[in-house]
């Protein structure tokens, strides 16, 4: 949503804002049947980080527990109880929608891909490269007990499958930009050529005694 908001929305004059809050005021609500309460509502403050003070990290970092992932990847930002910076610029975890609904795609994204902010500093960095998918299924799951709705559940699967759809994109990406540098070579080379053609045509002739007799026509 914050590419669209960023790209698209945020662009739009008072008026058409106030034109599609009007329209989307007359739609029938279509919600999910097994909500159970609105997502922003789920969850409070609280954290279990003194259960791992003084406790050594796992020599196998993929078995990490959720606090002491939380601990070393988001208590610096989100705060030890999860409720955001003092300036409010970073949110708080619970009563926060993205923990809050049944599909929990867009909390795994935001974790693999961060929430990057176009004409912004990054809100949250990604952390695909740091993370592996048994410690964001952990994380993520973590967090949802903890501030979100404990019904929902993340799973390796879905991280690894999530994960793989982020770099397919940027392979398609690579492609086409592969394909418009190709066109652009081939362009050049036909432009080229074409230039080489003229000025060959425009040569004089000479006859065999070597004396110029004038220039081929076209």
């Known amino acids: 949503m914050a590419e669209a908001v960023d ?5 739009l004059t008072d008026a058409d804002l106030h034109a599609m809050a009007a329209y989307l005021k007359t739609t029938a609500p279509v919600a999910d049947t097994a909500t159970q309460q609105p997502a922003f509502s789920w969850g409070k403050a609280s954290d279990q980080l003194a259960s791992i003070r003084g406790v050594a990290l796992p020599k196998d970092l993929g078995t990490m527990t959720g606090p002491q992932l939380y601990d070393a990847y988001c208590a610096s930002c989100h705060q030890a109880q999860a409720q955001g910076s003092f300036d409010g610029k970073l949110p708080a975890l619970f009563h926060n929608s ?5 599909s929990t ?43 979100g709705n404990p019904n929902a559940q993340v799973t390796e699967r879905q991280v690894a499958q999530l994960r793989g759809n982020a770099q397919d994109n940027k392979l398609l990406l690579l492609a086409r930009v592969g394909l418009a540098a190709g066109a652009l070579v081939v362009l050049l080379l036909l432009g080229w050529a074409v230039s080489r053609s003229r000025g060959r045509r425009s040569e004089p002739v000479h006859d065999l005694a070597g004396d110029r007799v004038g220039a081929q026509s076209g």
Request: aromatic share 6%.
């Open 7 to 11: 790209h698209s929305l945020s662009q």
């Open 105 to 147: 795609n867009n909390l795994v994204l935001a974790i693999l891909q961060g929430v990057p902010r176009h004409g912004r500093d990054t809100i949250m960095p990604a952390f695909a490269r740091e993370l592996s998918d048994p410690q964001i299924a952990t994380l993520g799951n973590y967090l949802l007990k903890e501030y």
């Open 98 to 102: 993205t923990l809050g609904r049944n």
